[in-house]
């Protein structure tokens, strides 16, 4: 089994930064690609930001250059930090995980979700 765990949501106004935690634990062979996802009430659940094990990310392009994301391999966790947020990145984001517990194989695995409110 594996667990992703999401933390560090929040209400925030606008203008300011969060940072979002998501650490992966459980039966975990290696880890691929980690990601951030977020849904608004009404829309479809849309990519925020990736980043590979080799650390190559990949950015929608609403938050490029206003949030970062990385990863600690040695702790399977992937961080969002948020800068400059507006009142449309308010969301649930999901934290999202290409794990092998195996080593031959990788399932998708998806975090419980944490709401980020952004007041304007």
């Known amino acids: 089994q594996v667990q992703l765990v999401e933390s560090g949501g929040g209400l925030v106004q606008a203008g300011g930064s969060l940072r979002l935690s998501c650490a992966a634990s459980?039966?975990?062979?290696?880890?691929?690609?980690m990601g951030w996802y977020r849904q608004a009430p009404g829309n479809q659940r849309e990519l925020v930001a990736t980043i590979s094990s080799g650390g190559r990310t990949i950015y929608a392009g609403s938050v490029k250059g206003r949030f970062a994301i990385s990863r600690d391999n040695a702790r399977n966790t992937v961080y969002l930090q948020m800068s400059s947020l507006k009142p449309e990145d308010t969301a649930v984001y999901y934290c999202n995980a290409d794990v092998s517990r195996n080593g031959v194989t990788f399932d998708a695995y998806w975090g419980q979700g944490t709401q980020v409110t952004v007041a304007s």
């Open positions: 459980g039966s975990i062979s290696s880890i691929n690609n």
